[in-house]
């Protein structure tokens, strides 16, 4: 193997073994590893809200350690983690869930495309049967003048 590979291979299980750098500070992390694991748990589906589809845990923003910080509140004071996701929900609205409930009015969403699909499917068949029976060109006849216009121009 040649230096350039090696090095190359070297880099590679670097990449692949290093572990994930997380944004949460050393002064975020709970004394509790149980709690602290809620707490990453309930983070891994939390959304970044300047980051978008970034959750908390891997943003540097400043809006994302108040989120975690307010997780980790909200878990000290004994909240389980339901409760946890309600409480930042209430506050911030649905759209800081990676990913979103499929009841209520999110049921529509989530249907919405296969209903579009079904109903593509639908018009595509209708017009495409229609086409089929429509009359064709050849049907038409023409008139003995147009006939023998045609007739005289083919000949020259």
């Not at 590893?33 to 970034?54: D, F, K, M, T, Y």
């Not at 809006?63 to 878990?75: G, I, K, M, S, T």
């Not at 389980?80 to 209430?90: F, G, K, L, Q, R």
Request: with cysteine; hydrophobic share 45%; charged share 25%.
């Amino acid at each position: 193997m040649s230096l350039r590979s090696t090095l190359a291979a070297a880099a590679l299980a670097l990449l692949t073994l290093a572990p994930v750098a997380y944004a949460v500070q050393p002064d975020e992390v709970l004394s509790d590893p149980v709690l602290e694991e809620r707490a990453r748990g309930i983070s891994a589906g939390l959304r970044c809200l300047v980051c978008r589809n970034e959750n908390i845990d891997d943003s540097h923003a400043e809006l994302a350690r108040d989120l975690r910080l307010l997780v980790r509140e909200r878990l000290v004071e004994g909240d389980t983690d339901e409760e946890v996701v309600d409480y930042v929900v209430d506050r911030f609205g649905e759209y800081v869930l990676l990913k979103p409930t499929t009841g209520g009015a999110n049921m529509l969403l989530w249907l919405a495309g296969p209903i579009m699909a079904l109903i593509a499917l639908f018009l595509a068949f209708g017009y495409l049967r229609g086409r089929s029976n429509a009359k064709t060109g050849a049907e038409d006849q023409l008139t003995e003048d147009e006939q023998e216009r045609l007739n005289a121009i083919l000949k020259d």
